[in-house]
């Protein structure tokens, strides 16, 4: 069964700080990558996602991903994190033909002012 | 337009009492998934229908059923509800074709007294 891990439970950094956060699948076949966010007591958002053609994807509020498939990540980047960022950040994972929507467990990002 | 509703919004039942909780799509979409979330955790999926096939995940408790009478409407019930059921309930679907994206609903927030 395939599976999503994130390599941070909790991440805390100063506003204008550089983002990374990690997330590996392990399903060896074709995926389609996702990422969510989640602001503190509301719905999941959809960040970006990754379905093919160039590896490094842009998203809404300024993040971006890249898919390193030999590396089975989709780590997802900003070069400079706002205090409106903090949220809960999820790396998703379907097969291409898929009907498994499996999420990471998630990284929380606090931004501190 | 919203396009997975799930209803009610916010659903207050007693410990042991059956609750349903209700999903629909205007997408024609194949897949219908429901996923469990607990605060500050990752949405956990409890199972999925392809079309009519329903496949549950392993570690899903028996309390918890599905139904899916047609294409659009899928149903969550929770025969016996427990204090540790108190969670937020998410629908999503998928088109379970090529390249798709999973569309969610705005979740069903229950409470058990």
């Known amino acids: 069964a395939q599976s999503v891990s994130q390599h941070n439970h909790h991440v805390i950094l100063s506003e204008a700080a550089s983002l990374e956060l990690g997330c590996n699948y392990s399903?060896?076949?074709?995926?389609?990558l996702f990422w969510y966010v989640q602001y503190p007591g509301q719905h999941l958002q959809l960040l970006l996602k990754?379905?093919?053609?160039?590896?490094l994807v842009k998203g809404i509020k300024g993040f971006e991903a890249e898919f390193i498939k030999s590396k089975f990540s989709f780590n997802l980047r900003k070069p400079s994190v706002q205090w409106s960022d903090t949220a809960e950040y999820f790396c998703?994972?379907?097969?291409?033909?898929?009907?498994?929507?499996?999420f990471g467990p998630g990284t929380r990002l606090s931004v501190l002012p | 337009d919203a396009m997975v509703i799930q209803n009610p919004r916010y659903q207050v039942t007693q410990f042991g009492k059956p609750v349903t909780l209700s999903c629909s799509q205007t997408?024609?979409?194949?897949?219908m998934y429901w996923y469990q979330q607990k605060s500050s955790q990752a949405p956990k999926l409890l199972f999925h229908?392809?079309?009519?096939?329903?496949?549950n995940e392993a570690d899903t408790p028996d309390n918890f059923q599905s139904r899916r009478p047609n294409t659009s409407f899928c149903f969550l019930d929770i025969r016996s509800p427990g204090l540790g059921d108190a969670a937020m309930y998410l629908c999503a679907t998928t088109s379970g074709l090529q390249n798709t994206e999973a569309f969610f609903g705005q979740g069903t927030r229950l409470t058990v007294v």
């Open positions: 998703a994972v379907i097969h291409s033909y898929g009907q498994n929507f499996v």
């Open positions: 990754y379905f093919s053609g160039d590896p």
């Open positions: 997408l024609n979409h194949n897949v």
């Open positions: 399903y060896g076949g074709t995926v389609n």
């Open positions: 229908y392809y079309d009519k096939d329903f496949n």
